[in-house]
């Protein structure tokens, strides 16, 4: 008997035939203790999974780790306690309803805002999510008009600018997003997708630990979206930082993420671990089960 969402995704991967039956999935809150489960197995090093990526050695990133995360505008709860775990190297993606408190979590991992209550840690190394080092992309690519494509990149290093050394990084991370031969350029006469692209090298330029993405594709066009994913999923395979991806795309999680979890009263309701293959083939019939496992979820009244 399936008790939750976890537990129906999980026969979801694992079926090779039979379909589960959906109505099934219990909205059960998660536990901590549970979300603490799934974050520990997923953190091992020889983690059973199916995936390839997941018999390499764990990363460059750092692990995300947030305990009894409070967080409130005015009268306005939106974090209760929250727990959180993203392990090393893990591209982990975030869905909830809209005004659920997505991108406030976000913030408080990026360091731009702080909790009222509750801790956050980066790996084995005690410091403020303000000193992680970290990188946060948003929808709007935010390029300095009266910059050219490379400046805007190299503004991503916290260090001295301007040197053959920094440039040559800048452009080290134009080449892997493809945009190698628009260094010289304005951001005016590039396309949204390839603004989004001069932002994602801004913030890889200083080759993060931690990378916070607050729905970095929600503005493109469905063609150019699938682009970038194909995109962020080969940086992060190579690189291997911590990725915690907003998305309101259910679809853009299952493409992207090892683990999902699910924002709902404040708090993780539910945490999915994703072990389809990659590149996952969103014509499979794997993927479209587990997008509507989570989207029934989500939709539940
Ligand atoms: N700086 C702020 N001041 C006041 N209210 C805010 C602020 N930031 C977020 N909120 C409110 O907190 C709630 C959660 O917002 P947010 O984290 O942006 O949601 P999500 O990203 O899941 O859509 C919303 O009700 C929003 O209006
Ligand atoms: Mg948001």
């Not at 026969?11 to 090779?16: M, T, W, Y």
């Not at 260090?159 to 951001?187: C, H, I, N």
Request: hydrophobic fraction near 45%.
């Amino acid at each position: 008997m399936e008790s939750g969402l976890s537990e129906a995704v999980t026969a979801v991967i694992h079926s090779e035939t039979t379909v589960p039956d959906m109505t099934l999935i219990d909205p059960t809150v998660m536990d901590p203790a549970r979300v603490e489960f799934l974050a520990a197995r997923d953190g091992r090093p020889d983690a059973g999974g199916t995936n390839e990526h997941e018999a390499k050695p764990l990363a460059a990133g750092d692990s995300v780790s947030a305990r009894g995360l409070f967080k409130s505008f005015g009268a306005k709860r939106v974090l209760e306690g929250l727990d959180f775990f993203a392990p090393a190297g893990e591209f982990l993606a975030v869905v909830g309803r809209s005004g659920c408190g997505k991108s406030t979590l976000l913030r408080l991992l990026a360091g731009l805002d702080v909790p009222d209550a509750g801790r956050i840690s980066f790996g084995d190394r005690s410091v403020a999510p303000g000193q992680s080092g970290a990188r946060i992309m948003f929808q709007e690519a935010r390029l300095l008009p009266w910059a050219t494509v490379l400046d805007n990149v190299e503004i991503g290093l916290s260090a001295a600018r301007g040197t053959p050394d920094t440039q040559k990084l800048a452009l080290d991370a134009l080449t892997a997003v493809g945009l190698a031969d628009r260094a010289g350029e304005w951001p005016s006469v590039l396309s949204g997708g390839q603004k989004q692209r001069v932002a994602l090298a801004r913030a890889l330029v200083s080759r993060p630990r931690f990378l916070a993405l607050d729905e970095p594709l929600g503005a493109l066009d469905a063609l150019t979206r699938i682009e970038m994913q194909h995109l962020l999923d080969a940086v992060w395979q190579r690189e291997r930082f911590t990725a915690v991806l907003v998305t309101h795309d259910v679809a853009e999680a299952v493409t992207l993420a090892d683990r999902i979890v699910v924002l709902d009263d404040g708090a993780v309701a539910q945490g999915i671990h994703v072990t389809l293959p990659r590149p996952r083939q969103r014509g499979s019939a794997k993927f479209g089960l587990l997008e509507e496992c989570i989207l029934r979820y989500l939709l539940r009244s």
